[in-house]
């Protein structure tokens, strides 16, 4: 029993003498695997938490320290796999928000072409449907350049391209709501 005990300081030292290369290489690959799933845009916060712990792994070894960077090498994995999931989550909740804005905006564009229509058959002026009209082909450019990036994966631009276009529209259709209709003369 005692001769366990005299070498199981041995046996420990020897084990953490080298620098931990597998667990700093499958961090490493951790980290990657969650830059691929998009966790750089969708899980900031936990894909630094894991390339910090990584590069505190990487000092470590620097420093001989080959128990702590043992210790920081597996909490970067971990760290990167969390970030991963999570990246997939907001991944799918952009991608979410972004089809709903689109057809929150689609549903909106259908909305005013019906008002430029009642407008022009009470033959309110050319240049109260101007704007309207701008607005309109505004809205369904956005909603082309919105389904351009959901189709390529980007969700956030397909947000960002549709954000705003809303509240263009409403105003656009409260403009037709207030304009006057021309009178039509008949001559007697």
Do not use: F, W
């Not at 936990?46 to 000092?59: G, I, P, R, T």
Request: hydrophobic letters at 45%; one cysteine or more.
């Amino acid at each position: 029993m005692r001769r366990l005990l005299l070498i199981l300081p041995v046996i420990l030292t020897a084990a953490c003498s080298e620098p931990p290369q597998k667990e700093l290489n499958q961090a490493q690959g951790a980290i990657d695997a969650a830059r691929a799933a998009g966790a750089e845009q969708y899980a900031k916060d936990e894909y630094s938490a894991a390339a910090s712990s990584l590069q505190k792994a990487h000092d470590a070894v620097d420093q001989r320290d080959y128990r702590q960077a043992l210790s920081y090498a597996l909490d970067a994995r971990e760290r990167a796999q969390d970030a991963a999931r999570a990246a997939a989550d907001g991944k799918a909740a952009a991608r979410s928000k972004a089809e709903s804005s689109i057809i929150a905006l689609s549903s909106e564009v259908k909305r005013l072409d019906a008002k430029i229509k009642a407008a022009e058959a009470a033959r309110v002026a050319p240049r109260d449907l101007h704007g309207a009209r701008a607005a309109e082909q505004d809205a369904r450019n956005a909603l082309q350049e919105a389904g351009t990036s959901l189709a390529k994966g980007d969700y956030k631009a397909a947000g960002d391209a549709v954000a705003g276009q809303t509240g263009r529209i409403d105003a656009a259709i409260k403009a037709l709501d207030t304009a006057p209709a021309r009178v039509v003369r008949r001559k007697r």
